[in-house]
């Protein structure tokens, strides 16, 4: 029989909770909060996550997770179920400015073309909003590779938050 003490050393290698710097977001809009409360949400929900130097050092999760950009560079900050922290990982976002920019672009094009267009508009942008952002999500996998292994849904959701902490009004 499994004794409820045991279930903190189980391995669950997932995100249990995300923040954002709130220092960080400038400006939003009532578009892009919701794009970031589904990605949080969705998050939250499913995701693959585990950071392999806290993983090597015995946390086998589950993770918080704080994401802020300092200096041009996203810094994911990784901390236990109790907030202490495990360790940072920090990525420079030179590559990411044309997928950021190009994300950014479509939406506002998607945004207004829901308000507006025609059906097979809406849906000629959504593909192309889709493209931007798997293509910036896998190569958000390509940066984490070595330092956390994770699925794409949970890069694809990441990238969403990374481009909320962008938003410049």
Known sequence: ???????????????????????????????????????????????????????????EGPYRLKLSVHDGRLALEVADEDGQHLETLILGLGRFRRPIREYFAICDSYYQAIRKATASEIETIDMARRGVHNEAAEMLLERLDGKVETDFATVRRLFTLICVLHIRG
């Open 1 to 59: 029989m499994l004794h409820l003490r045991n279930l903190r050393h189980m391995a669950d290698p997932r995100i249990s909770h995300i923040e954002l710097d709130e220092a960080t977001i400038l400006w939003r809009n009532a578009d892009i909060e919701q794009e970031r409360r589904i990605a949080i949400f969705d998050l939250i929900e499913e995701n693959s996550f585990k950071p392999l130097r806290a993983y090597a050092a015995g946390y």
